[in-house]
């Protein structure tokens, strides 16, 4: 049976903890690890594979596989474990692992592994032979099925017929091979520079497609930066396209979440990606235009406290009309009001249809009468005149990333003072911290 390449990346972990297996003495001295190379264990994609072998003695284990080996180095005596940043890090004679509750990954180093050909060959003394046997008879049980076990000299073999693993032990010495033949030798790099990539909420990352054979295969998940680079396993040269979307840090779907910021399309290895691809958000939105108008509609006294609310609304043309010209999002995308003042920016609702209430209709702060059909809010109590601060429509992650707004604000206007209600005053386009990016693909 092959092994199965795994879509996470973990990047280059320098993890020093020995299955059952170690050079030194005391298996116990303290390990020296960054917890920041664990940080992007967890955040793989759900659909990362359970064991990947590779070349510098190191083996990773993601899901199941993972969980077991941490319920064993749990109940053991010499596990270590601490806590921070909301994950867990579990240091066991078998594996150096982590999890945030519902989800594990594992990695192990084999001290004095020497990879000869396509074969990993480790072994030496270790302090039980049964805690040996029993992470490798979890591996092997889970990953394999059944397999062979029969004891001759007086050594435990372990093994089965095709399979890379075969372990023996005996004398409090385990000795195993792994061979990595199967694996994919042929390696892709992409490479992604990006210009003004806006800074997600803490509970969300970026992640990167390739669309190969027109089905998306994930290309590395990372947090803003000006370049990011990932290398893979398999030959995705022949990609036609590259998407960058939003996704959940933890917990995530394996495939692509609807919320797609970037797109281009792969020529020659090479792509530039923009918002305007119809992969993306399919429009640069250079030719939005927009108005507002001030009023309370939901006032006990509108014509006294109009410098109270905004409104996205045209009464001039005898039926009142959506102020605002902007194409309909795709999903994953939802516009969202702003008066942003002195104080900080403020909500004034969200939505995705130009008629209608938006998401919070008249607002917290509204009078007693209802709102229009159309987005907008009312800030009567507590009270906030609106003239001196800045209206902004802004596009939004939905699910929303932070509570702030997001980079993309494609109108903003200064809210000027009027004499009554209903003046429309006009909002311009924004063409300000739009991300841009470039795609090599080798």
């Keep these: 049976m092959k092994l199965r390449n795994v879509t996470g990346i973990f990047g280059a972990m320098a993890l020093t903890a020995a299955m059952g297996c170690s050079e030194a003495t005391d298996t116990n001295a303290p390990v020296e690890i960054s917890n920041a190379d664990l940080d992007g264990a967890l955040a793989s994609k759900a659909d990362a594979q359970d064991i990947r072998v590779l070349g510098d003695g190191r083996i990773v284990f993601y899901g199941d596989i993972a969980q077991e080996l941490l319920t064993l180095g749990n109940v053991s005596p010499r596990t270590q474990a601490q806590r921070e940043g909301g994950l867990t890090y579990t240091q066991s004679p078998f594996a150096y692992c982590v999890n945030n509750s519902s989800e594990a990954a594992c990695i192990t180093y084999i001290p004095g592994a020497e990879v000869k050909g396509d074969t990993l060959s480790f072994g030496g003394r270790v302090n039980s032979t049964v805690d040996a046997e029993k992470a490798y008879d979890i591996i092997l049980t889970m990953y394999y099925g059944e397999y062979d076990r029969h004891v001759e000299n007086n050594m435990l073999e372990l093994s089965q017929a095709g399979s890379p693993i075969s372990c023996t032990y005996g004398n409090r010495q385990a000795n195993c091979s ?265």
Excluded: C
Excluded at 231 to 250: Q, S
Excluded at 302 to 328: A, C, H, Q, R, Y
Excluded at 403 to 432: R, T, Y
């Design 178 to 442: 792994i061979t990595t033949a199967d694996q994919a030798t042929t390696q892709t790099t992409v490479t992604v520079s990006f210009d003004q990539l806006p800074k997600l909420g803490a509970d969300y990352v970026y992640e990167g497609w390739l669309i190969v054979d027109g089905a998306p295969v994930t290309a590395g998940r990372f947090d803003a930066a000006e370049e990011v680079e990932f290398k893979f396993d398999a030959d995705y040269t022949e990609a036609t396209a590259y998407i960058l979307t939003i996704e959940p840090r933890f917990n995530d779907d394996p495939a692509p979440s609807s919320t797609h910021i970037l797109g281009g399309d792969l020529v020659g290895g090479d792509a530039d990606i923009t918002i305007a691809h119809p992969g993306a958000l399919g429009n640069d939105f250079t030719r939005v235009t927009g108005s507002f108008l001030l009023a309370t509609p939901s006032s006990e006294t509108p014509e006294l406290d109009f410098l109270k609310g905004i409104w996205f609304v045209d009464p001039t043309s005898g039926s009142p009309m959506p102020s605002l010209n902007l194409p309909t999002l795709p999903a994953g995308w939802a516009y969202e009001g702003w008066v942003a003042t002195e104080n900080g920016p403020i909500s004034t609702g969200r939505f995705t249809s130009l008629e209608g209430a938006d998401s919070d209709g008249a607002g917290p702060a509204a009078g007693p009468n209802a709102g229009p059909p159309f987005p907008g809010q009312d800030f009567i109590k507590p009270a906030l005149e609106l003239p001196g601060n800045m209206a902004v429509i802004s596009i939004e992650p939905e699910p929303d990333d932070s509570p702030a707004p997001f980079a993309l604000k494609p109108l903003v206007g200064m809210i000027e003072s009027a004499d009554m209600p209903g003046v429309l005053q006009q909002l311009n386009h924004n063409g300000e911290a739009v991300p841009t990016g470039r795609v090599a693909v080798r």
